[in-house]
């Protein structure tokens, strides 16, 4: 089995800065892609950003510039820089990957979510 777990969400000021971390642990053989998305109260839950093994990234139109994923492969940890961050950022971040258990099976996996909220 395969568990992530995120980490570093909070209450933050609008400006301000918030770093979420996202830990993958268990039968893990290899990770392609992480990523982080997003669901604000009423809203559907929508991709922030992303980030392949390879390193390539991909970001929400309302996040780039502000935001930046990266990842430590030695450590299966996701992170999410989140600068210059606004009240239309407060939701519920979840972690996202692709990891395979074996060399030929992999499955998807979510982990709880953190809850970020913008407001002064």
């Known amino acids: 089995q395969v568990q992530l777990v995120e980490s570093g969400g909070g209450l933050v000021q609008p400006g301000g800065s918030l770093r979420l971390s996202c830990a993958a642990s268990?039968?893990?053989?290899?990770?392609?892609?992480m990523g982080w998305y997003r669901q604000a109260p009423g809203k559907q839950r929508e991709l922030v950003s992303d980030?392949?093994?390879?390193?390539?990234?991909n970001y929400a139109d309302s996040v780039k510039g502000r935001f930046t994923i990266s990842r430590d492969s030695a450590k299966n940890t996701v992170y999410l820089q989140m600068n210059n961050v606004k009240p239309e950022d407060t939701a519920v971040y979840y972690c996202?990957?692709?990891?395979?258990?074996?060399?030929?099976?992999?499955?998807?996996?979510w982990g709880q979510g953190t809850q970020v909220t913008v407001s002064s």
């Open positions: 268990g039968s893990i053989f290899s990770i392609n892609a």
């Open positions: 980030i392949a093994s390879g390193g390539s990234t």
């Open positions: 996202n990957a692709d990891v395979f258990v074996t060399s030929f099976s992999w499955g998807n996996y």
